[in-house]
């Protein structure tokens, strides 16, 4: 695997890796004039793209009816450079009529087995808390009918 960056001007690089997809790297004081998100907040975009991969590839697998899934981050880091990660929670909402239990096994999957991004920042100290909740459809929980 290899990734490449090159710098366009101020602070923005346009990145590119074997898959020959480019991404905008950028970093503002002014966030209406950054064009892309920083490396730090691609970071935690890299881990919930890479956990929700593994979480809904396992749930389909299972025959589970999901519809959606979101995953949030919201990461702690220390008060002085390299500012890294000490903290991550992921809250995980699954849309559908998905057994909890499926989803938390998932999940689980996803954190111990799977997800390199996670792994790897586990394995350097950071701290991961997660949170999972299953949002049912609709007519699952309409029970004006019976």
């Given at each position: 695997?290899?990734?490449?960056?090159?710098?366009?001007?101020?602070?923005?690089?346009?990145?590119?890796?074997?898959?020959?997809?480019?991404?905008?790297?950028?970093?503002?004081?002014?966030?209406?004039?950054?064009?892309?998100?920083?490396?730090?907040?691609?970071?935690?975009?890299?881990?919930?793209?890479?956990?929700?991969?593994?979480?809904?590839?396992?749930?389909?697998?299972?025959?589970?009816?999901?519809?959606?899934?979101?995953?949030?981050?919201?990461?702690?880091?220390?008060?002085?450079?390299?500012?890294?990660?000490?903290?991550?929670?992921?809250?995980?909402?699954?849309?559908?009529?998905?057994?909890?239990e499926s989803l938390?096994?998932?999940?689980?999957?996803?954190?111990?087995?799977?997800?390199?991004?996670?792994?790897?920042?586990?394995?350097?100290?950071?701290?991961?808390?997660?949170?999972?909740?299953?949002?049912?459809?609709?007519?699952?929980?309409?029970?004006?009918?019976?």
């Amino acid at each position: 695997m290899q990734a490449k960056v090159e710098w366009v001007d101020n602070l923005t690089f346009l990145a590119s890796g074997d898959s020959g997809k480019f991404t905008i790297f950028d970093y503002s004081e002014n966030k209406v004039l950054q064009k892309g998100s920083s490396p730090t907040e691609m970071l935690l975009q890299a881990m919930c793209g890479c956990t929700a991969m593994d979480v809904i590839s396992i749930l389909q697998k299972k025959r589970e009816p999901v519809t959606g899934l979101e995953v949030k981050a919201n990461g702690t880091r220390a008060p002085e450079h390299p500012k890294v990660f000490t903290e991550i929670n992921l809250e995980y909402t699954a849309y559908g009529n998905v057994k909890k239990e499926s989803l938390d096994r998932a999940v689980t999957l996803s954190q111990d087995k799977y997800c390199n991004i996670s792994i790897s920042l586990k394995r350097a100290g950071v701290k991961i808390a997660i949170s999972t909740r299953v949002v049912e459809s609709p007519e699952s929980s309409d029970t004006s009918n019976l």
